[in-house]
Structures are given as structure tokens and as C-alpha cells.
Nanobody
Framework: VQVVESGGGSVQPGGSLRLSCAVS????????IRWYRQPPRKQREYVAA???????DYIDSVKGRFTISRDNTKNTVYLQINSLRPEDTAVYYC?????????WGQGTQVTVSS
């Protein structure tokens, strides 16, 4: 399984971005996709997840602002992030869980500043 993120960038507070996580390889074996983020000089943290049955989960600080979704025809999971705040600045990583193994992408940078 290979995982590639894209869609990061620099935005002003209040702006929006849509991050993409393209999954290739044994995509049928993937049971869940998670997004993590690592702010500058901090540890990586879990942000959101979507399971194979489309159940979703979010940390409290992003509920109502972030939306995780999937397009199975494109083997891609999206993270729509709205009302961005400076504290959302981080490298965002996609993580695929498949048959007992986890696969990380290389990350995509999101910078929120005025």
C-alpha cells in the first residue's frame, strides 16, 4: 500500500483547504484511513479517521471545521479543512491501516498565518 498526500499550502486565518490522500497498491485491504498532523516543535497528533463502512471520527478541536470523506472510484480520502486557525499549522500526514500494518505518507504542509 502506498499513500501520497497533497493539497497543502499557505492560507490566511479563516481560509480553507482540501487535502487529498491517494492510496494505491492493495487498496481493497485498507480498513481505515486516518489523518494526523505534526505542528512545529510538537508531537504528531491524531486528527480524524474514516473506516471502510464510512464511519468517521474527529478530535474535539476540529469538529465542525474539518470533514473527512472518501471517493472510492479514485481511491482517495479527503480532509476538507475550513475556518483555519494559526494553531492548525502543521504537516498533515495520511495513515492507512491494512491487514495489521500501517502505512504513512510523506506529509503535506499547511501554514495558516496573516
Amino acid at each position: 500500500v502506498q499513500v501520497v498526500e497533497s493539497g497543502g499550502g499557505s492560507v490566511q486565518p479563516g481560509g480553507s483547504l482540501r487535502l487529498s490522500c491517494a492510496v494505491s497498491g492493495s487498496t481493497s485491504s485498507v480498513s481505515s484511513i486516518r489523518w494526523y498532523r505534526q505542528p512545529p516543535r510538537k508531537q504528531r497528533e491524531y486528527v480524524a479517521a474514516i473506516a471502510s463502512d464510512d464511519r468517521t471520527d474527529y478530535i474535539d478541536s476540529v469538529k465542525g471545521r474539518f470533514t473527512i470523506s472518501r471517493d472510492n472510484t479514485k481511491n482517495t480520502v479527503y480532509l476538507q479543512i475550513n475556518s483555519l486557525r494559526p494553531e492548525d499549522t502543521a504537516v498533515y500526514y495520511c495513515y492507512a491501516w491494512a491487514l495489521g500494518y500501517g502505512y504513512w505518507g510523506q506529509g503535506t504542509q499547511v501554514t495558516v498565518s496573516s
